[in-house]
């Protein structure tokens, strides 16, 4: 089956830092993927949809210029979340698709902002 | 604007219980997809089972089962003599892949299944 990975699995930071999440279709080529976040004990939210070469959607509430969604290939989407706060902290899944529609999710990246 | 209820927020049971998670949705959309995904402490989404809207046979596959209701707008799963093991946070969820943004998929709250020894 298709295979999504996420890069790192988990990370720590510093206020005021930024970090990168990589997500990446192992076997396939994603013409879309997804960033979902998660806070404890909550359902999982769409913060963004990307396609390949063009720019991200961001839904309603989701601040663009703090959470970069790149998209450059086929095959990677990197999230950048900048001067990162502790309310930022949070379980992060991507998810991807081919041209069957079909979703695939990514093992998820859990951030904590200290 | 679609919708995802589970109305359930916790459930716990006693292993070898029969168990059913409900769903119910809003679309106004006359094609689109139902899921069901399980969430381990790990935190990583399995994938369960995918309906489309024009297919209402129920599935059955192990102690699963999916309970497809177009009247009643619902899409109910059932574990039949549940484990341990299916301690989870169960989602159910929506998307109508004619939406220019692919497959998007709208979640339900979750129901966190307890299956205690």
């Known amino acids: 089956g298709a295979v999504v990975s996420q890069h790192p699995s988990w990370v720590i930071c510093k206020s005021g830092t930024s970090v990168k999440i990589e997500c990446r279709s192992l076997d396939f080529q994603a013409t879309t993927m997804f960033w979902y976040r998660q806070f404890p004990k909550q359902s999982l939210m769409l913060m963004a949809t990307?396609?390949?070469?063009?720019?991200?959607?961001?839904e309603q509430g989701v601040e663009k210029d703090k959470f970069l969604i790149n998209h450059a290939s086929l095959t990677l989407s990197t999230l950048t979340v900048t001067s990162a706060h502790p309310e930022d902290s949070s379980f992060y899944i991507c998810?991807?698709?081919?041209?069957?529609?079909?979703?695939?999710f990514g093992p998820g990246t859990r951030l904590t902002v200290t | 604007a679609q919708k995802v209820t589970q109305a359930q927020t916790e459930i716990s049971v006693v292993e070898k219980e029969d168990v059913t998670l409900d769903c119910v949705y809003e679309?106004?959309?006359?094609?689109?997809?139902l899921f069901w995904y399980k969430q381990p402490p790990s935190g990583e989404l399995v994938f369960l089972i995918r309906?489309?809207?024009?297919?209402?046979q129920n599935e059955i596959s192990g102690r699963y089962s999916w309970n497809f209701q177009k009247s009643t707008s619902s899409f109910n799963f059932t574990i039949t003599a549940s484990q341990v093991v299916d301690s989870a946070v169960y989602f159910c969820a929506l998307s109508s892949p004619g939406e220019t943004s692919g497959s998007r998929l709208t979640f339900g709250e979750g129901t966190q299944l307890t299956v205690n020894p």
């Open positions: 998810s991807a698709t081919d041209t069957s529609y079909e979703q695939y």
């Open positions: 990307s396609n390949e070469g063009s720019k991200a959607t961001y």
């Open positions: 679309t106004r959309d006359t094609t689109y997809y």
């Open positions: 309906r489309n809207s024009f297919d209402e």
